[in-house]
């Protein structure tokens, strides 16, 4: 369900997506708001899980996974469940989908390198059952985006 978001709210959530380290102090005085009102409306966008968690932004070539690639996959309509928990298991899996058009799955992988990439695809996603079919698409550089600048539209 989505939750009915201010102007304060939005520049919030900017602001944390840019440094989720900020302080409630720092945040306050970037928005012109008491420290009561930030710590209460970050607790309320905590609690109706407009935020979801704070991480770290960990570069994955730096961390050794100097791989990214894109991987889709089409499967047996009626194991969807079963093969979807499957692939969520798999070491290497950053995001999955569940997708209507061309394909039943897409999913970002990052490995350590193209050998790694092989095993994932070809070994364990090919080979699961209820899988019919795969495409890899290779990611050669990545651009850093924002995710909140839809949040920002009206």
């Not at 708001?33 to 209460?40: G, H, L, M, T, V």
């Not at 996974?65 to 089409?74: C, D, K, L």
């Not at 798999?90 to 990439?117: E, S």
Request: aromatic share 4%.
């Amino acid at each position: 369900m989505a939750v009915a978001l201010d102007d304060i709210d939005r520049r919030i959530l900017s602001a944390l997506t840019q440094d989720g380290r900020m302080s409630i102090r720092t945040l306050a005085e970037l928005l012109h708001i008491s420290r009561a009102n930030a710590y209460a409306r970050i607790q309320r966008l905590r609690d109706t899980k407009v935020i979801r968690g704070f991480r770290a932004d960990v570069d994955p070539v730096a961390a050794g996974m100097g791989t990214s690639a894109y991987v889709t996959v089409n499967l047996h309509q009626a194991e969807w469940r079963v093969v979807a928990e499957r692939l969520r298991a798999l070491p290497g899996v950053v995001h999955i989908a569940l997708c209507g058009g061309d394909f039943d799955v897409i999913m970002l992988v990052r490995v350590k390198d193209n050998a790694d990439l092989r095993r994932l695809v070809l070994d364990a996603i090919q080979g699961m059952p209820g899988v019919v079919s795969t495409r890899t698409l290779l990611v050669f550089e990545e651009a850093e985006g924002t995710h909140v600048g839809a949040l920002n539209a009206t």
